[in-house]
């Protein structure tokens, strides 16, 4: 069961009842740490519920073209927040709809399913999404973008890199089949190949 979410937009806020302590102290820890890509923290109970700012913004699967090179700076930042033996905060639930761009900027949002892992995991993860949206030549340019940006400040281990992909992909396919969404884009295939060469 999914958290329970209260839009309030005259009040600017958005209240968050999480469906269990655990998940409340996950959203708390991160949210605490006062990100610039994050909404603020405005009050929460100690308990289950989270008073967040209310983000006026548009879904980055809405935009007409997302600047992927911007996105891989808030994952950079989000990965060398911490280090534990190797494995870094990875945001996890990277579907285009926790993403939102608004004031000129890009949010990050919903962290109630962040864990430690390799980085690898969230930036092979959220391109999966784009790799069944896009094009060929568009996926192209939006991985390209996003890897060389994110490859200024952060390192990848390309290793690592491909033992996850078949493991990520299993699991991205295994979650769209049980929602019931299939892939339709032409180019998947391709996309995904195109995902195995981030040099």
Sequence with gaps: MRSNVIIQKEKKQVIKIC???????????????????TPRLLDHDGKITLMLEYIEGIAI????????????????????????????ICHVDNNPKNYLYAN????????????????????????????????????????????????????INPLEWELLIPELIERFDS??????KRETNPDIIINRETLKNIY
């Design 19 to 37: 469906n269990s302590p655990k998940m409340f102290n996950k959203e708390l820890y991160i949210y605490q740490k006062k990100l610039p890509f």
């Design 61 to 88: 699967g809405d935009l007409a073209q997302p600047d992927f090179a911007h996105i891989a700076q808030i994952y950079t930042e989000l990965h060398l927040l911490e280090n534990k033996q190797g494995k870094c």
């Design 104 to 155: 000129n900027k890009y949010y990050l949002l919903d962290f109630s399913d962040w864990e430690y892992k390799q980085p690898e995991t969230d930036l092979i993860h959220f391109l999966l999404f784009w790799a069944s949206i896009y094009n060929k030549v568009k996926f192209k340019l939006a991985f390209k973008q996003l890897m060389n940006s994110y490859m200024k400040k952060a390192a």
């Design 175 to 180: 979650r769209r089949n049980k929602f019931g």
